[in-house]
């Protein structure tokens, strides 16, 4: 189990998170859970409510986007944030690979941060509007 001081530099290690100050992520990291998932197991299900983030800590990851490759992805990725800030319902099946560590944000305290800490809310609107301009 990580403490808050290494969930914060975690999570300023994530591209979501990373240009917001380390301060502003105390309280972001607060409202993380840390949950496993085993070799198989869904994180996310396509069709279902965007009720979550989570942010890979350890382990492997494959996102089943429909219509689109596959990608697996691993440590410091973001899966499920287009989900809860558009409102619309997942968008890929996202499998661990193997066991899965990662940092769970549940939708309405993820809204929470935004409302409460600007610098979340702007760091975040940068890193959308990055992939945006670079087609990630």
Not at 91 to 102: E, H, L, P, R, W
Request: overall charge negative.
């Amino acid at each position: 189990m990580l403490s808050t001081v290494e969930r914060v530099l975690f999570l300023k290690s994530a591209d979501i998170f990373g240009n917001i100050p380390t301060r502003d992520l105390v309280p972001v990291a607060a409202v993380a859970d840390e949950v496993h998932f085993s070799p198989g197991e869904l994180l996310i299900r396509y069709g279902d409510r965007a009720d979550c983030l989570y942010i890979v800590l350890s382990g492997d990851v494959t996102v089943h986007p429909k219509g689109r490759n596959e990608v697996t992805v691993g440590e410091g990725a973001v899966l499920g944030e287009m989900g809860i800030l558009s409102g619309r319902p997942r968008s890929a099946d996202c499998i661990a690979v193997g066991d899965v560590t990662a940092l769970r944000i549940g939708r309405d305290e993820f809204w929470e941060l935004l409302g409460e800490y600007p610098a979340v809310a702007l760091g975040v609107i940068q890193v959308l509007v990055r992939r945006i301009e670079t087609g990630q």
